[in-house]
Structures are given as C-alpha cells and as structure tokens.
C-alpha cells in the first residue's frame, strides 16, 4: 500500500537558518504531493502542493520539488523564523482505486526555532 | 480559517460508552473525510463519505460509523469505547473526490478514561 516516510525529529532551529526536511513516498501511479502544517492545538492547514513530477509547490517562504526518479518530496526554507515552529506532516493523495480521495501521511517532524 | 467546523473541542468519555463527532464542512463540498491522529503520529485514515454514502475505509474496526447529510455536515460516531481511542478526530472536505485539496477542520480531542 501507500506509504510516507518522514525524517527523524525533532528539528531544532535557530532563526534565519536553513530549514530541510525530508520525505521520501511509496505508492503506484501518479499520486499528489503534500506538505500539511499543525500549530499547537489547532488541525491541520495546507501549506504547499504539487500533483505531477517535477511541479514545484511554494509558500511563505517554503518550498517543495516533487521528484518521481527519487521519490521524494522535500520541505526547504531558506530562512525559518519563530512563527514557524510547528509540526510539518508531509502527504500523498492517491486518486483511483479504494484509496481515491484518501490521504496518506507521514508520522510528522517537529520544528522548534529559537530567536 | 478554512471553513470547516468541528463540535465538540474537547470530550472526555468512559471506556464503554458511545460517542458522536461532529463537523460541518464547507458549502458545496460533496466529500468528507475523517482522520484518527493519535499523540505524536500522523493522521490514519477512517473513512470517506461522498454524496452521502461511504466511499471507502480504512483499517479501522465497524465500530467506527458515520454519517453525511445533505446539508454538508457530517457525523463520526464511535461505539464500545476503547482507552486506545482517546486521540484527536479531524475532518477534512473537499469538493469533490478528485479534488486535490482537502480543508481540515481543528480537531475534537477525545479522551477516554
């Protein structure tokens, strides 16, 4: 079935540093690329997107190349602030079959910067 | 603010009992979907409604049932009770099923004692 694999957390920052975050995917077709982010008790906000290889989806700063040969989807900033803490859960929608519509994710990585 | 409401925000129920979820998505969104995210884990898929009939189901046990309305809410509800239970319940919407975007709403907190 399909799978996320995130990096190990918890990733401690200071601010104006450079942010990575990796997120490799197991699934057959052609699945969407996610990255989801979760402040402290809130659900869950879409940060950036990309439904084909080799889209880039960009937002506030971040940014993500989907990489089919590498499968791979990874979350960069090139400058982290405070305001970025949280958690980032990186996601595959893969349309067809039982799973249509359904979102896998991964188990999530923890961001703290500190000022 | 993504448009998708959840009730309660928080709950506290006994092993054994029953318990009903609730969310309203966003108008026009024919597709609702619920996640199960346990502390420190990523989102499990529950189930999927679309048009009001259930559209497919995750690993999860037939206790766990649900309902959509025509109105654009839809219910979670959980029978039996298991300590294991106690976690955050999200919903998300969308417009359509092939619709790559999904719009959570902020979660109840279940925990069962």
């Known amino acids: 079935g399909d799978s996320v694999t995130q990096m190990e957390g918890p990733v401690t920052l200071s601010e104006e540093a450079f942010l990575t975050i990796n997120c490799t995917y197991t699934a057959t077709g052609y699945p969407s690329l996610f990255w989801y982010v979760q402040y402290p008790g809130e659900g869950l906000q879409l940060l950036l997107k990309a439904t084909k290889a080799d889209d880039k989806g960009s937002n506030k700063g971040f940014e993500a190349t989907y990489r089919k040969e590498t499968t791979s989807f990874h979350l960069e900033k090139g400058s982290v602030q405070v305001s970025d803490s949280a958690v980032y859960f990186c996601?595959?929608?893969?349309?067809?079959?039982?799973?249509?519509?359904?979102?896998?994710f991964g188990q999530g990585t923890i961001l703290t910067v500190h000022p | 603010e993504t448009g998708v409401t959840q009730s309660p925000t928080h709950l506290i129920k006994t092993r054994g009992q029953q318990v009903t979820l609730r969310c309203s998505s966003q108008?026009?969104?024919?597709?609702v979907s619920w996640y199960q995210q346990a502390l420190g884990q990523g989102p499990q898929f529950i189930f999927q409604?679309?048009?009001?009939?259930?559209?497919g189901r995750g690993n999860f046990p037939p206790r766990f049932s649900g309902l959509q309305f025509p109105n654009y809410s839809s219910e979670l509800n959980v029978n039996a009770l298991e300590l294991d239970d106690s976690a955050l319940y999200l919903c998300?919407?969308?417009?359509?099923?092939?619709?790559?975007?999904?719009?959570f709403g902020q979660g109840t907190r279940l925990t069962v004692v």
């Open positions: 998300a919407s969308s417009l359509e099923l092939a619709n790559t975007e999904a719009f």
């Open positions: 108008s026009g969104h024919n597709t």
């Open positions: 409604y679309y048009r009001e009939e259930e559209n």
């Open positions: 996601a595959l929608l893969n349309a067809g079959g039982t799973s249509y519509g359904k979102l896998t």
